[in-house]
């Protein structure tokens, strides 16, 4: 048997995942998906919560999904410069390489540790952390 994608996208709350304000949040989540495999997935995000955080409450809990989600874009930027410089500047020393790698590898389980946990907290309607503004 096949269940509607109605279905599918209720949310423990009861609530449909994909229904209202949240809805901005639930497609940015899955741009930051796809931005996984290709990086123009992390810059429809971006620009899907730039727009949503125009037209939602500052004290929302899906205003604070786009906080987050920014944020994480923002920090994954910075986590990968600092591997490729510390990568690029470390060919001196043959260890430099292995360290932007390292780096590199711990941002995108981070990224994806980022995702994942706002995905979660989307679909039981909570906060991505407690108090998260």
Same mark, same amino acid.
């Given at each position: 048997?096949?269940a509607?994608?109605?279905?599918?996208?209720?949310?423990?709350?009861?609530?449909?995942? *994909?229904?209202?304000?949240?809805? $901005?949040?639930?497609? %940015?989540?899955?741009?930051? #998906?796809? !931005?996984? =495999?290709?990086? /123009? +997935?992390?810059?429809?995000?971006?620009?899907?919560?730039?727009?949503?955080?125009?037209?939602?409450?500052?004290?929302?809990?899906?205003?604070?999904?786009?906080?987050?989600?920014?944020?994480? *874009?923002?920090?994954?930027?910075? $986590?990968?410069?600092? %591997?490729?410089?510390?990568? #690029?500047? !470390?060919? =001196?020393?043959? /260890? +430099?390489?292995?360290?932007?790698?390292?780096?590199?590898?711990?941002?995108?389980?981070?990224?994806i540790?980022?995702?994942?946990?706002?995905?979660?907290?989307?679909?039981?309607?909570?906060?991505?952390?407690?108090?998260?503004?």
């Amino acid at each position: 048997m096949i269940a509607d994608s109605d279905t599918v996208a209720r949310t423990s709350t009861g609530q449909s995942l *994909f229904s209202d304000e949240r809805r $901005y949040a639930a497609y %940015a989540y899955i741009a930051q #998906i796809v !931005g996984v =495999f290709t990086a /123009i +997935g992390f810059i429809v995000a971006l620009v899907i919560d730039y727009l949503a955080r125009d037209e939602l409450p500052r004290d929302g809990t899906t205003a604070a999904h786009v906080n987050w989600q920014i944020r994480t *874009f923002w920090w994954s930027v910075a $986590y990968c410069v600092l %591997a490729w410089l510390v990568g #690029i500047f !470390g060919t =001196f020393f043959i /260890i +430099g390489p292995v360290i932007g790698v390292a780096v590199w590898f711990a941002a995108f389980i981070w990224g994806i540790y980022r995702i994942a946990r706002g995905f979660i907290k989307l679909a039981d309607g909570q906060r991505p952390k407690p108090g998260y503004e």
